[in-house]
């Protein structure tokens, strides 16, 4: 009895090692699955490690393409605004410029219309002298001759006397 007893007992230990087999290799199984989804989330996490690595590393590299591209953006916005300046500057004169040119122009046809009116108070003064001259002229040239009769007539008598004064004897005294 005491050997069934021990017996039964091995047996029973047996079913529980054997239970206990089986239930450690199911635990081991399910261990082993879990190692290997553990070696797959680990493979999965280098892997997002490598790619975030490589992200930050492709930022960084952004980052400094950003500011080079800020810098010269920077720097066409100042050329850009310095241009502005400069035409605003070119407009202001160009205007003043155009504002003289018309204050000229305007002079200019202010002293064209008081040429024109002198002019054509020069152009009467002359038809007004030529008409002048030929109402006159037969009067001057009538004036030209009796002056001149008159002149010949003087040299005649200025002539006639000094010759008398000089034949006419002379008194002594």
Not at 112 to 120: D, V
Request: net charge neutral.
């Amino acid at each position: 009895m005491n050997e069934s007893l021990e017996l039964s007992s091995l047996e029973n230990m047996k079913q529980y090692l054997i239970d206990e087999r089986e239930s450690l290799k199911t635990r081991f199984t399910m261990l082993k699955s879990e190692i290997e989804k553990l070696d797959d989330d680990l493979a999965s996490a280098r892997a997002y490690i490598a790619s975030y690595d490589n992200r930050e590393r492709e930022h960084a590299d952004n980052s400094e393409k950003l500011k080079v591209k800020k810098e010269n953006l920077i720097e066409q916005i100042n050329n850009a605004q310095q241009n502005i300046k400069t035409v605003k500057q070119d407009i202001d004169r160009s205007t003043a410029l155009k504002d003289a040119l018309l204050s000229e122009l305007s002079d200019v046809f202010d002293q064209k219309a008081l040429s024109l009116a002198r002019y054509a108070d020069i152009e009467e003064g002359i038809k007004a002298a030529i008409l002048d001259r030929k109402e006159k002229m037969p009067d001057l040239k009538n004036y030209n001759e009796t002056l001149r009769k008159a002149h010949r007539l003087f040299k005649e008598a200025e002539s006639r006397m000094d010759i008398s004064i000089k034949l006419r004897p002379r008194k002594l005294y």
